[in-house]
């Protein structure tokens, strides 16, 4: 039994390689030398924020006995996630459309205990000087439709190196850990569901069947995971109102 649906990714991934890489095969080893200076580039925007953070949270540790950060942690985008974004949302696949057109080619997500060391870390972020805030989409008041939430910044960082500076763009994810819990649970089971219920609605003759099972099975996992968001939420502001309390004692 072959799933038609796997052998479209690989037919995708295929094109889109074709697509990133030169015709020329003499430039193929110049792009890919471009392409990992790029993800230096980047990596090192990570490092600067990083460290930016990683300072702030000292400082607030030793004047207030209190590290709002739990834990950082970074990530560069993949090339063939980079490649793929770029390609659904209609854009050139080159180094020039990387820089131009993604934000979120290196990542930092920050975790937090509570809500309002989020609102607290971020402000302290967007502050400094040679730090320029781009965009900021507050999951947190204004959830997405499916219960996720999160604060997100896309921020600008002046990277300097050898013979030049470069403004480099990170996005800033910035959550508790109940939200993050809920958001790397719910990433799993997006994609496992999703080939799972594909899995089984799929016959021997390649074509699909009774389509109102897999709409109904997505329906129901959407719901549940929609009300553990909620649930998740609400115990992050009855901690909120703990630690208030204790706070005043």
């Known amino acids: ?25 003499d430039l193929i080893l110049n792009y890919i030398s471009d392409f990992r200076e790029l993800m230096m ?5 990570i490092r600067e924020i990083q460290t930016k953070l990683e300072i702030l949270n000292d400082e607030l540790s030793l004047n207030n006995r209190h590290s709002p950060i739990e834990n950082i942690i970074s990530r560069i985008k993949k090339p063939m996630s980079i490649a793929k974004k770029l390609k659904d949302s209609g854009k050139e696949i080159t180094l020039e459309s990387i820089v131009e057109n993604l934000n979120d080619v290196a990542g930092i997500r920050v975790i937090c205990s509570f809500v309002d060391d989020i609102y607290k870390v971020a402000k302290m972020l967007a502050s400094q000087d040679d730090i320029t805030v781009l965009k900021v989409k507050d999951y947190i008041k204004n959830p997405k439709p499916n219960g996720y939430r999160s604060y997100h910044m896309i921020v600008e960082v002046p990277v300097f190196f050898s013979d030049s500076k470069q403004p480099m763009r990170v996005e800033v994810q910035i959550r508790t850990i109940a939200m993050d819990f809920w958001a790397s649970l719910e990433h799993q089971l997006k994609y496992k569901g ?43 502001l009855k901690m909120q109102k703990i630690k208030k309390y204790i706070d005043e004692i």
Do not use: G, H, W
């Open 1 to 25: 039994m072959i799933n038609r649906y796997k052998q479209n990714d690989k037919d995708e991934k295929a094109e889109i390689i074709k697509t990133f890489f030169p015709d020329d095969p």
């Open 194 to 236: 999703k080939d799972n219920i594909t899995k089984n609605i799929i016959t021997e003759n390649n074509t699909l069947e009774n389509n109102n099972i897999e709409n109904n099975s997505t329906e129901e996992i959407v719901k549940e995971l929609k009300d553990c968001a909620e649930i998740i939420s609400q115990t992050d």
């Open 41 to 45: 580039k980047y990596n090192a925007a």
